[in-house]
């Protein structure tokens, strides 16, 4: 019996499964499933960390109303929410547009530092070229342990920025780095449930940072 590539995906399918019924059944009980843990585990993770959003989104505002700019990094599947992140500051739905960037956008300046200084360095020089104190650091990394988030991060905090990790599992080294202001960490070991709680928490930051920027909220102001 030959192994399809996607098996590991639905383990409880029986490759000779004949029975159409009783497989969109199965598939629809995983679907529904994932749905309902991943929808938990999002809302538990926005309720921990709320009284900290806050606090973050807040002191966002304080760095953006001088003229700070969010800069974004992240590798994989990480590198797509750093990318996110960036799009709905820049471009958002509602609200105001924020100055953002990427640090996984442009294909030639990771290749050429990764060929030239190292893998490990593709963000902290990007943060070294283009960031000033004032400006916010925010890293994906599901493990907590990428080594290039985690030497951004270093950067960014010896140039006096503000600095956000969202990690998952139980955070690796950025729950435990000197150089990371504010973890949010997402307790759970499916790398898809981890992104998709960090996109929550993202957002509520969003939502709460532009509640700050409409009415000039600060600290003891409820959200």
Not at 80 to 98: H, N, Y
Not at 159 to 168: D, K, N, P, Q, Y
Not at 183 to 200: G, L, M, P, Y
Request: aromatic share 6%; net charge negative.
């Amino acid at each position: 019996m030959s192994t399809e590539p996607t098996s590991f995906l639905y383990p409880f399918i029986d490759a000779e499964e004949r029975d159409s019924g009783v497989l969109v059944s199965d598939l629809a009980e995983s679907a529904l499933l994932k749905i309902r843990d991943s929808a938990e585990l999002r809302a538990a993770t926005v309720d921990q960390f709320r009284d900290e959003l806050v606090q973050v989104a807040q002191t966002m505002a304080e760095r953006f109303e001088r003229g700070g700019r969010l800069f974004a990094f992240g590798n994989g599947g990480s590198a797509t929410d750093a990318e996110g992140i960036v799009e709905l500051f820049r471009e958002p739905p509602s609200g105001r547009p924020l100055p953002a960037m990427s640090l996984v956008d442009d294909r030639a300046v990771i290749t050429a530092l990764a060929n030239d200084v190292g893998f490990g360095l593709v963000f902290s020089r990007q943060i070294i070229a283009h960031a000033n104190a004032g400006d916010i650091a925010v890293g994906f990394s599901t493990s907590g342990d990428s080594a290039n988030v985690l030497n951004a991060f270093e950067e960014a905090r010896n140039r006096g920025m503000l600095t956000i990790g969202l990690a998952g599992y139980q955070g690796g080294g950025m729950s435990t780095s000197g150089s990371v202001d504010h973890c949010f960490v997402v307790r759970s070991d499916s790398v898809h449930r981890i992104q998709e709680a960090q996109d929550s928490v993202v957002l509520r930051l969003w939502e709460m940072l532009q509640m700050c920027l409409a009415d000039g909220t600060r600290e003891g102001r409820t959200l």
